[in-house]
């Protein structure tokens, strides 16, 4: 079964904090990706990355960016955590669009 | 402008009674097609695909899901639904051929599917 796991479930953090949210994918996909889900807008694409230490913004990339220096690992950084940013953030890899396979999330709270 | 709409935002369905979920979508072409699942706290699990050809598409779960190109639709069905059914259900597109739009699903906002005893 492919594996993808978040490093945390449930994350607290103040504003102006640094934040990081790690992913590891155990399939030896080249392709990973960050999605924020909020009520009612379902899931939307922060980043994604093709291949080791390349990336490519998504739809919302602004206050975040991204890290992938191994194959397996891909971490989503947040400069300086904001309010607006509390949310549930879902990594996913896979080969392509067709077969992304998603983590169990991280719910950010930022106070 | 692209877009993927799920008009059912909640739906509540007494277990045992069938299920229909509608996906319509937007986009010059036909997209890929997909259905997500994501139980309480979980991540998303895929249920089935369509990428072309028998527009009735069988997945996991005891799910189907029907392709109506005239009606720009991919609406998921369930005979008979169980307790465990209970969860949201997501509609996802991605555009077929184009490179540099390949990574980019684009996803409804769900529905939230109450099963009653």
């Known amino acids: 079964d492919v594996k993808v796991t978040q490093s945390s479930r449930y994350l607290v953090k103040r504003t102006g904090e640094k934040v990081f949210l790690e992913c590891v994918q155990d399939?030896?996909?080249?392709?990973m990706f960050w999605y924020r889900q909020d009520p009612g807008l379902g899931l939307r694409l922060i980043y994604f990355?093709?291949?080791?230490?390349?990336?490519e913004k998504g739809d919302i990339p602004e206050g975040y960016s991204v890290s992938r220096e191994k194959k397996e690992r891909f971490s989503l950084i947040l400069e300086s955590a904001s309010t607006n940013q509390t949310s549930m953030y879902l990594c996913?890899?896979?080969?392509?669009?067709?077969?992304?396979?998603f983590g169990p999330g991280t719910r950010l709270t930022v106070t | 402008a692209q877009s993927v709409t799920q008009p059912d935002i909640h739906i509540t369905v007494s277990e045992g009674a069938s299920l229909e979920l509608r996906c319509n979508y937007s986009?010059?072409?036909?997209?890929?097609l997909f259905w997500y699942v994501q139980s309480p706290g979980q991540g998303l699990q895929l249920l089935l695909k369509y990428f072309s050809g028998d527009t009735l598409v069988q997945g996991i779960k005891g799910f189907e899901a029907e392709f109506k190109r005239s009606q720009s639709s991919f609406n998921l069905r369930k005979p008979s639904v169980h307790w465990s059914d209970a969860a949201e259900y997501f509609c996802?597109?991605?555009?077929?051929?184009?490179?540099?739009?390949?990574?980019?699903?684009?996803f409804g906002a769900g529905t939230q599917v109450v099963v009653t005893p």
């Open positions: 990355s093709y291949d080791v230490k390349m990336k």
């Open positions: 399939m030896d996909h080249e392709n």
């Open positions: 986009y010059g072409a036909t997209p890929y």
């Open positions: 996802a597109v991605a555009p077929q051929g184009t490179t540099d739009s390949w990574g980019k699903l684009q």
């Open positions: 996913a890899s896979g080969r392509l669009a067709r077969e992304q396979y």
